[in-house]
């Protein structure tokens, strides 16, 4: 027999091997998982064509294409109708009464799924993939696109299917499989705070210390014979660090100020003699000296 001929007798097998029929759809007493109710009439041509367990079916929704993957729970259907979890109907766009094709299918063992829940707090759960563990025990298998739902708490928990390894519908009886979750549709990444303009301080600017120059002997001149002066001594301001050095002022008539002293030093002649004016004010001054007489007064006891 030619090679051709064992593929088409090996076609011919799985033909007479598979399962297909289309029945009418309802919702079931069930609210979650994708496990169904069938008729009994089903288990009867399961067994009779050898279809391999776990029946697992292709479910195909005649009037929008859209097809999914689920399993059977029980066969206690009324002939001619398969009842649905309320869940996978609004899943799969179905309406009561509507026309579904079953189809009977081999799945590969899951070993990846990646979800994401559609509020983050799942995420904030104690342990979500030990609430999974507990809701998966609805489901037997999954299908890449397909939204679940699950019950925790009495709180109803959304979950799209985003990836399935090693196909797009697995199966996750009794399988060990690696669980990753991506971000919830309700996540907002964390803003950034807004950078606030820093504003320019104005630089304070160094307040310059006036500083008052010291003018050495900017007073008025005055003689201390009482003569007008007649000549002004000039004080340089760009000069003040020699001041002291030039402390001696200039000769006014025949007397002259010294710095540091009260005594009137009388100009001498070229003889060396003091002259007549000196010799008059030192014998005026005398006098005065003699006048006063200081405790001149008569002494008395108190007692």
Not at 76 to 102: A, I, N
Not at 189 to 198: A, F, H, R
Request: net charge negative; hydrophobic share 35%; charged share 30%.
């Amino acid at each position: 027999m030619e090679p051709s001929d064992l593929e088409a007798v090996a076609a011919a097998m799985r033909l007479d091997h598979s399962f297909q029929h289309t029945y009418r759809c309802s919702s079931s007493r069930f609210e979650f998982g994708n496990r169904i109710l069938m008729p009994l009439s089903a288990f009867d041509s399961l067994v009779d064509k050898g279809v391999e367990s776990p029946w697992l079916f292709e479910l195909c929704n005649h009037v929008t294409g859209k097809t999914s993957y689920c399993g059977v729970l029980e066969f206690t259907s009324d002939e001619g109708f398969v009842l649905l979890p309320r869940q996978m109907m609004e899943s799969m766009e179905l309406e009561e009464g509507e026309l579904v094709t079953l189809t009977s299918a081999s799945l590969d063992k899951g070993t990846f799924l990646k979800l994401q829940p559609h509020t983050k707090n799942f995420m904030q759960l104690s342990n979500p993939r030990a609430v999974l563990e507990i809701a998966f025990r609805d489901f037997c298998c999954l299908t890449t696109g397909d939204t679940i739902m699950i019950m925790y708490n009495n709180i109803k928990f959304y979950i799209d299917i985003v990836e399935t390894k090693p196909s797009l519908a697995v199966n996750i009886i009794d399988t060990d499989c690696e669980v990753d979750f991506a971000l919830p549709l309700d996540y907002e990444p964390p803003q950034e705070e807004q950078k606030k303009p820093k504003v320019l301080q104005k630089q304070k600017q160094p307040i310059e210390e006036v500083t008052v120059k010291f003018k050495a002997f900017n007073g008025i001149a005055r003689r201390l014979d009482g003569e007008p002066v007649t000549e002004h001594v000039a004080v340089d301001d760009d000069d003040d660090d020699d001041w002291m050095m030039n402390a001696e002022r200039k000769p006014c008539g025949s007397n002259k100020v010294v710095l540091g002293s009260n005594v009137i030093q009388s100009q001498e002649d070229s003889t060396g003699e003091p002259s007549r004016k000196g010799r008059q004010e030192e014998t005026n001054m005398k006098k005065e000296e003699e006048k006063f007489q200081p405790f001149t007064g008569r002494s008395y006891r108190l007692t």
